[in-house]
């Protein structure tokens, strides 16, 4: 099947129209590539001449203070509650647990324990006279538990609040002292 010379015609100009505007493209796309190139040698010399030294100024002077400030105050505060639970938590909760334990030791002697005996007999037998039937307890031992129980927890709730409480403002620097000589006259 043949093409007529009017379709031919129009085919060569249609190609020939076709490898103009890929030449055309190719043209444009090598300079916009040409233009990226330059904009990025551009870009990085700014980067490299501008921004590098401000963001290194800010750095220097605004973020490297805030963390050593933050870093030092961690410290700080980490020293004053280590030095706080060593000198105030500790004694305390050492105290109320040698108390309890103080305790649980007098329950233990002899005397005491004849003492809550009498007691004990003295208070059925008065129950019995009155026609008052005692139920029977666990003994003081239980209620010795919950003294120490309390004691304890008393303790540890103290030492917490001494240690927790702000009481900055109450601390007075020690102001070196100076002696007269005229002042140790006076004491002599």
């Given at each position: 099947?043949?093409?007529?010379?009017?379709?031919?015609?129009?085919?060569?100009?249609?190609?020939?129209?076709?490898?103009?505007?890929?030449?055309?493209?190719?043209?444009?796309?090598?300079?916009?590539?040409?233009?990226?190139?330059?904009?990025?040698?551009?870009?990085?010399?700014?980067?490299?001449?501008?921004?590098?030294?401000?963001?290194?100024?800010?750095?220097?002077?605004?973020?490297?203070?805030?963390?050593?400030?933050?870093?030092?105050?961690?410290?700080?505060?980490a020293h004053h509650t280590r030095e706080r639970i060593t000198d105030d938590v500790f004694p305390a909760v050492t105290g109320a647990v040698g108390s309890a334990l103080s305790f649980l030791e007098l329950a233990k002697?002899?005397?005491?324990?004849?003492?809550?005996?009498?007691?004990?007999?003295?208070?059925?037998?008065?129950?019995?006279?009155?026609?008052?039937?005692?139920?029977?307890?666990?003994?003081?031992?239980?209620?010795?538990?919950?003294?120490?129980?309390?004691?304890?927890?008393?303790?540890?709730?103290?030492?917490?609040?001494?240690?927790?409480?702000?009481?900055?403002?109450?601390?007075?620097?020690?102001?070196?002292?100076?002696?007269?000589?005229?002042?140790?006259?006076?004491?002599?």
């Amino acid at each position: 099947m043949g093409l007529s010379r009017k379709r031919q015609r129009e085919l060569k100009r249609l190609k020939h129209q076709a490898e103009e505007l890929f030449a055309d493209q190719r043209e444009v796309l090598e300079h916009a590539g040409q233009v990226v190139r330059d904009a990025s040698r551009q870009a990085a010399n700014y980067a490299r001449e501008e921004v590098t030294p401000r963001v290194r100024d800010t750095f220097e002077d605004r973020v490297k203070p805030v963390v050593t400030g933050g870093i030092s105050a961690t410290r700080s505060a980490a020293h004053h509650t280590r030095e706080r639970i060593t000198d105030d938590v500790f004694p305390a909760v050492t105290g109320a647990v040698g108390s309890a334990l103080s305790f649980l030791e007098l329950a233990k002697h002899p005397e005491v324990r004849s003492a809550i005996e009498k007691v004990r007999k003295s208070a059925t037998s008065v129950g019995v006279k009155a026609g008052i039937v005692q139920p029977k307890s666990s003994g003081p031992g239980k209620y010795i538990l919950i003294g120490i129980g309390v004691v304890a927890v008393a303790g540890i709730a103290y030492a917490a609040w001494q240690t927790l409480r702000a009481d900055d403002d109450l601390w007075i620097d020690d102001e070196p002292e100076s002696i007269d000589e005229a002042s140790i006259d006076d004491v002599h």
